[in-house]
């Protein structure tokens, strides 16, 4: 069975700086996608980024990056010139490979981030 | 795109009361559908999974249950609703990744 891992139940930064929020998980699978999903007060599930295991290249999406480390198991999140509106519980998501029809996903325990005007 | 209505957006209910939460999908044909609960201040946990019509396959035991009577629609149900039932209810749609989810049912037990 996967686990999630989320050690920083809390963050808050200064509007416009960076802030990388961490995550470590565990797997025997080799071929596998993990995520990174935003839940702001409003509680709608927003999918924020997406790497493919098999991808060695991290994964980028305008002011948010991943530093995938797959032999130690960690997927860290980066905001920079972080915005008011990027206060939100940010959650870690793990998922196998699809194939059987069946794509779960695993989450972690989520941070909550919040940005200081 | 995908887009997933869920309804109702909060309801209270008291113990011992049936439920019924709702789930349509539009955008997207023979989607995976999936109930996750997020418990206050928690992550989410899988509650069930569809890959087709009638079929289900629950991750957890519980008191809850679910159908899925048309390919674009899923069901949460109980017939007495517990205490423990409280929680944020989101359905989400897949099959090709990543999950889309719904904006989610706020269930709160009196």
């Known amino acids: 069975a996967q686990t999630v891992t989320q050690s920083q139940p809390e963050m808050s930064v200064q509007e416009a700086e960076t802030v990388t929020l961490s995550c470590t998980y565990d797997t025997s699978e080799n071929n596998y996608y993990l995520f990174w999903y935003k839940q702001p007060p409003s509680r709608q599930m927003i999918l924020v980024i997406r790497?493919?295991?098999?991808?060695?290249q991290n994964a980028t999406e305008n002011r948010f990056s991943v530093n995938f480390q797959k032999a130690a198991k960690s997927f860290s999140l980066k905001i920079s010139d972080s915005q008011l509106g990027d206060t939100a519980m940010y959650f870690c998501a793990f998922m196998k490979r699809p194939g059987g029809g069946n794509e779960k996903l695993t989450f972690g325990t989520g941070t909550r981030l919040t940005i200081i005007p | 795109s995908q887009t997933i209505h869920q309804w109702p957006a909060t309801l209270v209910q008291p113990v011992g009361s049936p439920l019924s939460l709702e789930c349509t999908v539009e955008?997207?044909?023979?989607?995976?559908l999936y109930w996750y609960r997020q418990a206050a201040g928690r992550g989410l946990q899988l509650l069930f999974y569809s890959v087709g019509i009638g079929q289900i396959s629950s991750e957890v035991p519980q008191n809850l249950s679910a159908s899925r009577p048309q390919d674009r629609q899923f069901i949460l149900s109980s017939k007495k609703l517990l205490l423990s039932d409280s929680g944020f209810y989101l359905c989400a749609a897949g099959g090709n990744q990543p999950q889309h989810f719904g904006d989610g049912t706020r269930l709160s037990i009196l």
């Open positions: 955008g997207t044909s023979n989607p995976n």
């Open positions: 790497q493919e295991a098999y991808k060695q």
